[in-house]
């Protein structure tokens, strides 16, 4: 085993610490340090290309996560790191508690077909004979459960309710 790789393993022993990180089984654990080294590269890239001498980026609490499998399974944008270099704003986001993904009881994006036909049954809803209507119903839906991961992410404790398939505004999930 190489010294490089021996380094970047007691760097994610010590993230680990860190933040209290345990994982359910060794396969967790290994996808888990895979997301590290990537993420750990990618801002040494960051800061190497960096305008000053400083350590703009560095890894956060999310650092052993996939930011695009996140973005795919839950519909959030969660950076890995954080910039440094922007003083107060960041520190404080740096310091606030978050906490891991598992915790916060997210809708799983790629089980939308089965969280909209729970819901449907759930309340009662009209099974929609017109295609079209069903279509329209369920990305309205499919949009409330993006949007209630992100309130879910930020703290907020939210949860679907019988109006999670209404439009808020006219044509809102149809255009932009």
Known sequence: MSQDVKDKMKLFERFKESYGRVYPDDESEKRGFHNFVNNLAEVSRLNKAHHT???AYELN???DLDPEAIKD???LDIKP??????GNKEAVQRER????????????LNEMDDLYRIW?????????TEKLDNIIHYYRFAKSVAEANKKKFAGQDVSLGID?????EPNQYFYG
Not at 97 to 108: I, T, V
Not at 120 to 128: P, T, V
Not at 164 to 168: E, H, K, L, Y
């Open 53 to 55: 001498k400083i350590l």
């Open 61 to 63: 609490r999310y650092a």
């Open 73 to 75: 399974q839950f519909g």
């Open 81 to 86: 790191y954080d910039n440094m270099e922007h």
């Open 97 to 108: 508690k978050h906490k891991f993904l598992e915790d916060m009881k997210l809708y799983d």
């Open 120 to 128: 449907i049954a759930k309340y009662g809803k009209a099974n929609f």
């Open 164 to 168: 999670a398939d209404q439009v808020q």
